[in-house]
């Protein structure tokens, strides 16, 4: 085994691998390309890392065997003169257990097996040692025997030396050892045995080493153990062992040496190890050990070796060990230690190891770290450690440094180069800054130079020792000018320097549409070739420093950002940090005298509303601005002049703005970005209108009605989107909702309204109209909170094209228009309230009666209004109405060929109604008769038809059923009838 080479034959063993690392490094140096990836590049620097532990750790056993050659020396064995010239007499039954022992272990195939089971004496048998007539020792070691260790080899009473370790072994240890008081050493490390320790082996009384590392053998450690009174060496190292640590191993009176690391041994660190004076070596790593560090180990005088790395163990780093005055090896890393390391680990005068990487460390590195004189391996990496390094470590006499994944600040100083033995450095992942200092040059052992993902940005010309074999400097902000001078270090050594930190800085420009857009990209190196992308896409004619867009548009903003390569360093892509193009795009919003209900599809850079539309205060064109909860924009006069209740302009709003002029406004901002989402609460709210482009309202707010919780939608001149039930269904008079527009839209419950980012076009035809020049409206402009009246019967009606329509209010014109078209079955008359602005009435009164006129030929007519559902005849700010309407004037004109007359008599009707219709042409019929609140009630006919034709309705409904005495409606394909059923 490792651990029993003599000293010599360890040093020999120790620069053979030293040799092989160097040339194995060289060999990496020379076969890794610089574009090597990030995966490969850190299996590379694991691989590496091993490697020095590796030679850390033979020179660490080296020393520690040397030390105890004394306690584990070979044996003289059959070199005995007494031994030579006895005259050997083995009992048949010992002779019997080597036979049984070849034969259970394929004793043909072992690799020497000179003179087993032959005439020859026992004594002569390979690996056999024999004293008298017994059997004294077994040495079989690296013999190539497989199979299952006989458990007749208890029988050999005698037995004073077992080694059948690095074999291939497998089974159980036979409980039977435990009969072989006399041994004093039993080697079995290195093979496949299983299953639990014998307790039996705690009977061993006279045994100075156990050696079962290298197995798989599992469960608990025996307490019993613990009765091995002459133990001296315990190694039970990588195995499968669970449970706690026995706490009775405190009992052990001569124990110098134990071993139990690479287990998966649990529970707390035993006090009663403690107590265990002689003990010079503690190897608890790799298991998973918890809670704190016992303080008792600071009173081990003796202790030179503590490693417990590797494991959960929390709590701070007991002061006590620094008292440990012959500690030489000390590992605790890999756990999750937390605080600071004291000072007063500088006594530990002999301390050659420190070993505390991977824990939850803090505070600074202690300057009196690089006083202590035998020291040579720090390893402080994967900690939170921070502040300077102190320069008393840079006049250290280290062979191995790692401070690397701390928070670690500074520069890295010229005295570096004093650390003349320094063979392994790693500084990566800290928040070093400025220069690589050349005097770097010096270090002329140096294998390893980790100093990537730090801030580093400038690096000297390098003339590297011929030792140097790995150089890390990615992940700092090197360019191209830095690297070009020290690429002459390839091939020789694994020289890694990409990637970079981004060059340049991040930044947000805003231009205006039409604008030009001129940016230089500044980064050191002669070799350099640009690249210029735009969300993520190339821009092929993009291919200087400099990226210049001339007359920019919206279709131009957007995130750009420059990668630049270079001839000389090859693998490494320098890209500039982003730089963030905003286009101001700018709309001119037109605002007629009176009522406007305006959004704004872009926002500007100051969005406090008074600010945006100072330029209407200042010619003084703007009364009032008002947003859906009421608060306000308005001059208070002598109370305060004007008074920005409702703060910033919001993308999703719209808003109410009451002009003494026509007045215009151009903002210039940024556009949002699709799908843009517009919370609506129960009841009204007013809109923004997001898009630049023109689209289809009704598309726009269809989701709504797919959801069932549309109500209404206004625009600013009363032009409504409503479902006009049997008379329509949803039908768009708004047509397409127009950039700088805002709209009232009234909802059944809390939902959110989703603008995506296209519609189609409207297609909407709407009725034609025109201004009326006998009735003139009170208000002006657009008027305000209007209300709809739909009249469904004009056909029949006496309404003719031609026809002036006045909406009032008692003596108050609160709307009109000019009939111009009579192909459409019916006609949206808007009216406008009062806004409460005047002192004098501009709008109806909110629960007045409904008065239409007509107007012809110079004279007023009144208009009977007939409500089609039975409500009243009142106005209703932002309401719908469906009514029939009769003037009783005599049309004067002939049907035309697709009108047809209707007459229903007699109406009102008891028993039945008779239906006749004189179709001038043949045409498909549809007559049904419906409810004033739209359900369907009875279909009548459905079919081609001709000439005249005659129904009857008997107020059945479809199923057979009297409906209630009432007003029902009639439909004639798109003519609409009122029927009064006056039943008994």
Same mark, same amino acid.
């Given at each position: ?5 003599? #000293?010599?034959?360890?040093v020999?063993l ?8 160097? #040339? ?14 990030e ?35 070979e ?27 070849y034969e259970d272990?394929?004793g ?32 079989l ?22 080694s059948?370790d ?14 072989? &008081? ?19 082996l ?5 045994l ?37 640590? %026995? ?24 006090v009663?190890?403690?107590n265990?004076s ?10 998973? @050990? ?20 590797n ?5 701070s ?19 999750? @230690? ?9 006594n530990?005068s002999?301390?050659? /190891? ?6 939850? @460390? ?12 035998s ?19 840079w006049?250290?006499d280290?062979?191995?440094l790692?401070?690397d ?16 033995n ?6 990566n ?9 050349s ?7 140096l294998?390893? /130079?980790?100093?990537?993902s ?10 590297? %020792? ?53 940016? &230089?990209?500044?980064?050191g190196?002669?070799q ?51 730089i ?5 795009v ?6 007629s ?8 599809p ?10 945006i539309?100072?330029?209407?205060? +200042? ?26 209740s409702? $703060? ?16 215009? !406004?151009?903002? #210039?901002?940024?556009t ?21 482009e023109?689209?289809n ?39 397409n909702f127009i950039a700088?527009? +805002?709209?009232?839209i009234k ?5 959110v ?10 297609n ?27 009249l ?5 009606? $006496? ?14 014109c ?14 949206? !008359?808007?009216a ?10 501009? +709008?109806f ?12 030929? $110079?004279?007023?007519?009144?208009? &009977? ?7 009243? !005849? ?32 007699p109406? %009102? ?20 008769i ?12 459905? +079919? ?20 209630a005495? $009432? ?5 004639i ?12």
């Open positions: 085994m490792k651990k029993l080479l003599s #000293c010599s034959k360890l020999s120790w620069m053979v691998i030293l040799i092989l690392l160097v #040339c194995n490094f060289n060999l990496h140096a020379q076969q890794n390309k610089i574009n090597t990836s995966k490969q590049r850190k299996s590379l620097v694991e691989s590496q890392l091993e490697k020095i532990d590796g030679v850390i750790k033979m020179e660490v056993w080296s020393q520690i065997n040397e030390s105890i050659s004394g306690l584990i020396q044996k003289p064995g059959n070199s005995s003169l007494k031994s030579a010239m006895a005259l050997e007499v083995i009992s048949e039954t010992d002779s019997l257990v080597l036979v049984k022992l272990t394929d043909p195939n072992w690799t020497n097996k000179s003179n087993w089971l032959s005439n020859q004496p026992i004594r002569t048998w390979y690996g056999i040692t024999v004293v008298g007539d017994n059997i004294t020792e077994i040495r070691k690296k013999n190539n025997l497989t199979g299952s260790i006989p458990a007749e080899l208890g029988q050999l009473t005698s037995l004073e030396y077992l059948l690095t074999n291939n072994l497998t089974e159980n240890i036979p409980v039977e050892l435990g009969n072989l &008081t006399s041994l004093g050493y039993l080697y079995l490390s290195g093979n496949q045995l299983t299953g639990s320790i014998p307790s039996e705690g009977n061993l009384n006279n100075l080493l156990l050696y079962l590392a290298g197995n798989s053998l599992s469960g608990i450690i025996p307490v019993s153990l613990a009765n091995l009174s002459a133990i001296r060496w315990l190694d039970l190292t990588e195995n499968e062992l669970t449970g706690n640590i %026995p706490p009775e191993f405190g009992q052990f009176s001569a124990i110098e040496y134990l071993d139990l690391s690479n287990n998966q041994l649990s529970g707390s660190t035993p009663e190890l403690a265990l002689a003990l010079k070596w503690i190897v608890l790593s790799s298991n998973q @050990l918890s809670g704190t560090i016992p303080t008792e180990l600071g009173g081990m005088a003796n202790l030179e070796m503590l490693y417990l790395n494991n959960q163990l929390t709590g780093i007991p002061v006590e060990l620094s008292n440990i005055s012959n500690m030489r090896w000390l590992n605790l890393g890999q756990n999750q @230690l937390t605080g600071s390391l004291s000072a007063g680990f500088s530990l002999k301390l050659e /190891l420190i070993y505390l990487n991977d824990n939850l @460390l803090t505070g600074s590195v202690p300057s009196e770290l690089g006083a202590i004189p020291l040579r391996w720090v390893n402080l990496g994967l900690n939170q450690f921070s502040g300077t390094i102190p320069n008393e470590i006049q250290s280290f062979s191995l790692y401070l994944n701390n928070q670690l600040t500074g520069t890295l100083p010229s005295a570096l180069g004093s650390m003349t320094i063979e392994w450095l790693n500084l992942s800290n928040l070093f800054t400025g220069s690589i200092p005097e770097i040059s010096q270090l002329n052992r294998k390893i /130079l980790k100093l990537d730090n801030h580093l940005d400038e690096m000297p010309d390098i003339i590297a %020792p011929d030792s140097i074999t790995d150089l890390t400097v990615f992940g700092n902000k090197f360019t191209f000018e830095d690297l070009e001078q020290n690429m002459d270090l390839l091939p020789s050594v694994n020289f890694v320097y990409s990637p970079q930190d981004s060059i340049g800085v991040s930044e947000t420009i805003t231009k205006n549409e039409g604008e030009t857009f001129s940016y &230089t990209l500044t980064t190196g002669t350099n070739s640009y690249q210029w992308f735009k969300d993520g896409e190339i821009l092929p004619l993009q291919t200087s420093a400099t990226i210049d867009i001339n007359n920019l548009s919206a279709a131009d903003a957007g995130t750009y950002y420059c990668e630049v390569i270079n001839t000389l360093v090859p693998g490494l892509i320098l890209t500039s940090r982003e963030t193009l905003n286009i101001n700018c709309i001119k919003l037109k605002l005298k009176g009522w406007n209900i305006l959004s704004s872009v926002m500007p850079a100051v969005t406090d509303m008074e600010a539309f100072q330029p209407f205060i +200042g010619n003084k064109s703007l009364v009032k601005i008002q947003d859906e909860l009421g608060n306000t924009l308005e001059d208070r006069g002598i109370y305060g002049g004007w008074k920005n409702i $703060g910033d302009m919001l993308p999703t709003e719209g808003y109410a703005i009451k002009m003494s002029v026509a007045d215009s !406004l151009q903002i #210039c901002g940024s949002v970005e699709f799908p843009f989402a517009i919370p609506l609460k129960k009841g009204w709210n007013i809109i923004s209108y997001p898009h630049l023109a689209y309202g009704q598309d726009v707010v269809q989701q709504l009605i797919d959801r069932d919780v549309l109500i209404k939608v206004q625009d600013e001149t009363g032009n409504s989107i409503e479902d006009y039930g049997i008379f329509g269904d949803w039908t768009n008079n708004i047509g700088g527009e +805002g709209y009232k909802v059944s419950e809390d939902v309204l989703i603008i995506n980012s296209s519609y189609p076009k409207s909407t035809i709407l009725p034609k109209s025109a201004s009326a020049n006998h009735f003139k409206p009170a208000f002006a402009g657009n008027g305000i909170n209007h209300m709809n009246i739909n469904v019967n004009l056909s029949g009606s $006496g309404i003719i094209a031609g026809d002036e329509i006045g909406i009032f209010d008692g003596n108050i609160v709307g009109s228009t000019k009939v111009t078209d009579l192909n459409s079955s019916k006609i949206n !008359l808007i406008s309230a009062c806004d409460g602005g005047n002192q004098l009435a501009n +709008g009164i909110n629960g007045n009666e409904i008065t239409l006129k007509i107007y012809r030929n $110079g004279e007023e007519y009144p208009v &009977t209004v007939q409500t089609i559902n039975g409500t009243k !005849l009142r106005f209703e700010k932002n309401g719908t109405l469906f009514a029939f309407a009769n003037t009783e004037l005599n049309t004067g004109i002939t049907l035309s060929g697709n009108e047809f007359d209707v007459n229903l008599f109406n %009102p009707f008891q028993d039945y109604v008779t239906i006749k219709a004189n179709l001038p042409v043949p045409e498909n019929l549809d007559i049904e419906y409810d004033l609140n739209s359900r369907w009630i009875r279909q009548l006919y459905s +079919g081609l038809a001709s000439g005249q034709i005659t129904l009857q309705w008997d107020g059945n409904d479809s199923a057979g059923n009297k409906v005495n $009432g007003v029902y409606i009639c439909r394909n798109k003519m609409w009838k009122k029927i009064i059923l006056n039943g008994n």
